[in-house]
């Protein structure tokens, strides 16, 4: 049974300052998804990593994929109020199955 | 249509009622997901078909659940006999053939009362 583990669950931080969310999972997987969910919201597509090595950026976001440590890291650089939301770390199941299975998520906060 | 829609929005609904929810993917999509979040949690994977048919269901938790999508399109999630620990956030997701992205609707918060 595919596991993912996300850590921290809980991250509070000032302004400006850097950080990195952590994704681990059990099992082999071709794919890893982060997604960002604000209160009362649905799920917003950040990043999909395809390949071992896979790095992508967007703004202060960083994602990056180990698929031989089973590791993702989302690094968040200069950080901002509006950053402040949950996010979720999901790894596919793999072959013709694409069903996703998701970490707890990492709530984020982010103080002025 | 331009987005993943889902409704209704929210539904209240009394213990041991009967519920539908429905998912309207966008078009040409024809994988769909339907995930359960319970507050607090990730997503869980409930089932997925791919065209009409229902390729995984394994997350379903019991019989009470069940999903249709008849047409290909449209799909509808049905929950017999509600119960309190049924109550959640109910999402669906649409994704093309050879796509690695998804798109999830707004979801459907169910409560039992």
């Known amino acids: 049974e595919l596991k993912v583990e996300q850590n921290p669950l809980f991250l509070s931080m000032q302004e400006g300052k850097n950080y990195t969310i952590y994704c681990n999972y059990s099992t082999t997987s071709d794919r890893l998804y982060w997604y960002r969910q604000d209160p009362g919201k649905s799920l917003e597509s950040l990043f999909v990593?395809?390949?071992?090595?896979a790095v992508k950026q967007e703004g202060r976001l960083m994602a990056s994929l180990d698929t031989k440590a089973r590791l993702s890291t989302l690094h968040i650089t200069a950080a901002v109020h509006d950053l402040s939301a949950t996010y979720f770390c999901?790894?596919?199941?793999?072959?013709?199955?694409?069903?996703?299975?998701f970490g707890k998520g990492t709530l984020l906060t982010v103080n002025p | 249509g331009a987005g993943v829609s889902q409704t209704p929005s929210n539904k209240v609904t009394e213990k041991g009622k009967y519920v539908e929810l429905r998912c309207d993917p966008i078009?040409?999509?024809?994988?769909l997901y339907w995930y359960r979040q319970s507050l607090g949690q990730g997503p869980e994977f409930l089932i997925y078909?791919?065209?009409?048919?229902?390729?995984?269901d394994s997350g379903l938790p019991n019989d009470r659940f069940f999903a249709v999508r008849p047409e290909g399109s449209v799909s509808t999630l049905k929950i017999q006999r509600t119960e309190r620990g049924d109550s959640a956030v109910y999402l669906c997701?649409?994704?093309?053939?050879?796509?690695?992205?998804?798109?999830f609707g707004s979801g459907t918060r169910l409560t039992v009362v």
């Open positions: 078009s040409g999509h024809t994988a």
């Open positions: 078909f791919q065209g009409t048919g229902a390729a995984d």
């Open positions: 997701a649409s994704s093309s053939q050879g796509n690695y992205g998804y798109t």
């Open positions: 990593l395809l390949s071992n090595g």
């Open positions: 999901a790894v596919s199941g793999g072959g013709s199955n694409y069903k996703l299975t």
